[in-house]
């Protein structure tokens, strides 16, 4: 079993530059990526001033069901609300979402972010998907890293395959030993993933074996920074890629990160 699976940071159906509406290009843009399960981050819900300032090519409903159309099933997880509106993750899957629940991971009142959980049921076998997008300070993202690996470990079976992916900001890059020790996911970008064996990945389990290196995807018009990332278990990885041009960078300021994946044999 095949799953393509991207995780985009939207900036909210808005250019990065001029906040010019792109929700209506997003959507095509996304479609165009055929993918199974796609994470998201900073989806508007509602935004009542983007709606009455762009009448007529803004849409009515939440972008997660703008987006997802009549093809898919959607599942919001609200983090921010505001008098006009309200904005938080989402995910997008082809497959029935069985299960969801949003947990607040605020770690101050000026950042208000959430883990959303979701069971997609793939055919026969039920996938834990997270869906993150973490704080601007290193001490929030800490503290929210414990709390994704303690959400993890009290609602997905240590049998069941995952994918956590998100928005991380973690452009030092300090986060992921702590998930591939303490999760034992591998994440997907990493440019040592395809020349690992079996005896190196444990070695650098144990913090002796090369550095993760995930990809670069912020600012999308030319990135340096490593934000977004996608972790797996339970999963071969076939291809992971950043989705780069003009098209992309119009669209929003992270970079798509795409990648296939195959259900490894010991999950099937």
């Known amino acids: 079993m095949k ?12 250019s990065s530059f001029g906040s010019r509406p792109r929700i209506q290009a997003l959507k095509t843009a996304i479609g165009s990526l055929n993918a199974d399960i796609l994470f998201m981050q900073e989806v508007q819900g509602r935004h009542d001033l983007l709606a009455l300032r762009y009448a007529g090519s803004w849409p009515m409903q939440g972008q997660h069901e703008f987006l997802a159309g009549d093809d898919q099933h959607a599942v919001y997880g609200l983090n921010a609300a505001y008098d006009h509106g309200h904005h938080g993750n989402a995910l ?5 979402i069985i299960h969801s629940r949003n947990q607040d991971v605020s770690d101050h009142a000026y950042e208000a972010r959430g883990i959303l959980h979701c069971v997609v049921r793939v055919k026969e076998t039920d996938v834990h998907c997270y869906v993150v ?11 929210q890293i414990d709390a994704l690996v303690d959400a993890v470990a009290g609602s997905a079976p240590a049998d069941a395959p995952l994918i956590i992916a998100g928005d991380f900001n973690d452009w030092e890059n300090k986060l992921s030993q702590t998930l591939s020790d303490r999760l034992q996911v591998r994440e997907v970008s990493d440019t040592n993933l395809s020349r690992l064996g079996f005896g190196t990945y444990l ?19 030319m990135p ?13 990885v076939e291809s992971a890629q950043v989705l780069h041009g003009v098209r992309w ?11 296939t994946l195959k259900l490894s044999a010991s999950f099937a």
């Open 3 to 14: 799953l393509k699976i991207v995780t985009y940071n939207i900036h909210k159906g808005v």
């Open 92 to 96: 997008l899957s082809n497959f029935p």
């Open 133 to 143: 997008h973490l704080g601007l300070f290193a001490g929030s993202r800490k503290r």
């Open 203 to 221: 070695r650098r389990l144990a913090g002796r074996g090369p550095k993760i290196q995930p990809a670069r995807t912020f600012p999308a018009a």
């Open 224 to 236: 340096v920074l490593k934000l977004d990332r996608i972790y797996v278990r339970g999963f071969e």
């Open 249 to 259: 960078a119009r669209l929003s300021d992270h970079a798509p990160l795409i990648a």
